[in-house]
């Protein structure tokens, strides 16, 4: 599993003053509160910032960072990705998981047979979507519904899915 998790990337400066806008990749927004500490990665480099500062522009966050007060500072930080730690984030409910975790799990119907690997996860309000690439490339898209996905077990990297008629 991963140490980190990106939460957003920086996209462009606003202003004079320093701050940056984000596009962020979680629905979690309390991560960008005032007060909170965040990671700024680019190149392979990180540098922790606290959150002066927070506000919401469309489906943008406008950050304040403490310590980049001119344009200058603040446009070094563009393309940087904003990421926390594991150890930072909240525990999830029961039968709720990263989606970073899902990515590379290998998909078994049933009866073990081997089906695919999950490559991408799209929400899509009602219930997440798993892209499952099987071994010949064909994509399978399953709902992530109590239906479908019958067991999760993350220490081996495995799915176990009920298969149901209309899914291939």
């Known amino acids: 599993m991963q140490d980190f998790f990106e939460i957003g990337q920086v996209v462009n400066t606003v202003g004079l003053k320093g701050e940056i806008k984000i596009n962020p990749f979680t629905d979690n927004l309390e991560q960008f509160d005032k007060g909170k500490k965040i990671i700024l990665e680019k190149n392979k480099n990180q540098t922790e910032f606290e959150i002066e500062q927070v506000r919401f522009h469309k489906l943008q966050v406008i950050l304040k960072l403490k310590g980049i007060d001119i344009i200058e500072e603040a446009e070094k930080l563009r393309n940087s990705y904003v990421i926390v730690k594991r150890k930072d984030k909240e525990e999830l409910p029961d039968d709720t998981y990263y989606i970073v975790d899902l990515i590379g ?37 399953l709902p992530a519904i109590k239906d479908v996905v019958k067991e999760v077990n993350l220490s081996e990297n495995k799915m176990i899915i009920n298969l149901i008629e209309g899914l291939i």
Not at 110 to 132: A, M
């Open 105 to 141: 799990l290998n998909v078994y119907l049933e009866d073990n047979t081997l089906l695919g690997e999950i490559t991408d996860v799209f929400p899509t309000g009602s219930n997440d979507v798993y892209v499952v690439k099987t071994e010949e490339g064909k994509q399978i898209l």
